[in-house]
């Protein structure tokens, strides 16, 4: 059923979570009932108890959000990555609600749906800009795939029993080469997911920076990078040894051949977030790890 309401949201739902449907059901009559229209994937909509009013579309493809001032998405951080390929390829800001463990990217947890609809409905938000980068791989000075990554570009290996063998280069120089089971090339903002996983630091989402973060590598000089967001980062598969395989945030994957070539930069096409809270990063870390802050005073006033 097509709708003529002056502001329309799209909802994006992870439906096999009963959380889930619970809450999108809750924010979809939230937002009706304030007079907002609400668009919903067909596919999805199967899974949901909606009313009648809700907008219905086939296709998933950044145009279904044509018109829409916001997209909101129900879910883990699988399905926030999700959401924020909508977000990047439409424009349209994402304001996730976390119903998995971490959420880094969610600005609202499930007991916060009433806040985020009250919100949602009287424009108290503001939207920020994310980096990505862009991937190219390249085999034999041949570009062979094209991707993005909001988090990070991981390049590892393929079996358990033999490691990658790499090259890293920055800025069009050789670094160091070893074995290891992979390398991270991330964002500020998936510093906080498999770089940090794999041992790198911790970096402001205001900072630009990009980071190559290696995977259990068999080297005496191993050590995460922070380099200059106009740098070029590089990985090459060494020739003669087993092919490796590309992840773009854990969700587009494609084989590395021997000798292939992978670079990331900074990329052209930012991801918007809609933002609720004025809370720092270190109040929203804290909170995520659950880090023990008991015995701090503060600074003398």
């Known amino acids: 059923m097509t709708q003529n309401r002056a502001r329309t949201v799209f909802l994006l739902a992870h439906t096999g979570r009963p959380a889930a449907v619970r809450s999108a059901e809750l924010v979809v009559k939230g937002l009706l009932r304030a007079g907002l229209g609400v668009r919903v994937l067909e596919a ?22 044509d018109g829409c001032e916001l997209l909101i998405v129900l879910g883990g951080d699988g399905t926030l990555l999700r959401g924020a390929e909508f977000a990047r390829a439409s424009g349209v800001p994402m304001l996730g609600v976390n119903l998995g463990r971490v959420g880094f990217l969610a600005e ?24 990505t980068v862009d991937v190219v791989v390249h085999r034999n000075g041949d570009i062979v795939h094209t991707d993005w990554a909001l988090n990070e570009a991981a390049v590892q290996k393929v079996s358990a029993e033999r490691m990658l063998e790499v090259v890293l280069e920055i800025d069009g120089r050789p670094v160091t080469g070893f074995g290891c089971d992979g390398i991270v090339l991330s964002t500020p903002t998936g510093s906080t997911a498999y770089a940090f996983s794999a041992g790198g630091p911790v970096v402001w989402p205001e900072v630009e920076a990009l980071l190559m973060v290696p995977i259990s590598a068999h080297a ?18 060494l020739p003669h040894v087993p092919p490796g395989v590309l992840w773009c945030d854990g969700r587009r994957t494609v084989e590395l051949p021997p000798g292939a ?4 930069r900074r990329g052209a096409v930012p991801v918007r977030l809609a933002r609720l809270h004025h809370a720092s990063f270190t109040d929203r870390l804290v909170a995520k790890f659950a880090l023990p802050v008991s015995g701090w005073r503060g600074a003398p006033h």
């Open 108 to 131: 609202a947890e499930r007991d916060d749906l009433d806040k985020v609809v009250d919100r949602v409905v009287s424009r108290a938000y503001e939207v920020e800009e994310r980096m």
């Open 220 to 237: 005496l000089f191993a050590k995460p990078l922070v380099t200059s967001p106009d740098s070029v980062l590089a990985v090459e598969v």
């Open 44 to 65: 999805e909509a199967v899974d949901l108890p909606l009313p009648d009013e809700v907008e219905l579309v086939k296709e998933a493809t950044p145009q279904c959000l």
């Open 261 to 264: 070539r992978v670079e990331v």
